[in-house]
């Protein structure tokens, strides 16, 4: 079996599992399905998930997150990026509220292992 998990628990009641895990409880963000959850962190309010889809789910994820967090609405900062190397075109698009920080998804080529990964991070409030 190659998965490996480790979770740490703070005296705080902070959370932090890599390798795995479950999306923690008090993640509003919408979670695109048929990720595998690679790294959770949750402390309070702030919560950090990074998952890994199928390496051609890009532009299937890119349309779920522009239609989830309403991406072409004034409320929301798009941006897409993309930069080539030797190994390839790597493509990128990050998503935040129009003027705040609450929250950010970014929706990428994975750079070093084959897939899409996608962070989601929650700041508290």
Do not use: K
Request: glycine letters at 14%; proline letters at 4%; one cysteine or more.
């Amino acid at each position: 079996d190659d998965d490996f998990t480790i979770t740490v628990e703070g005296d705080d009641g902070e959370t932090m599992t890599i390798g795995g895990g479950e999306i923690p409880d008090g993640l509003d963000l919408p979670v695109a399905p048929g990720g595998d959850v690679q790294t959770a962190i949750s402390g309070g309010s702030e919560m950090v998930v990074a998952l890994q889809y199928a390496d051609g789910d890009y532009d299937q994820l890119v349309s779920f997150y522009d239609s989830e967090l309403n991406a072409s609405s004034d409320d929301v900062d798009r941006n897409e990026t993309s930069f080539t190397t030797e190994d390839g075109t790597f493509r990128n698009v990050y998503y935040a509220p129009a003027g705040g920080d609450a929250w950010t998804v970014t929706v990428g080529d994975c750079i070093g292992i084959p897939g899409i990964c996608v962070n989601l991070l929650q700041s508290g409030s």
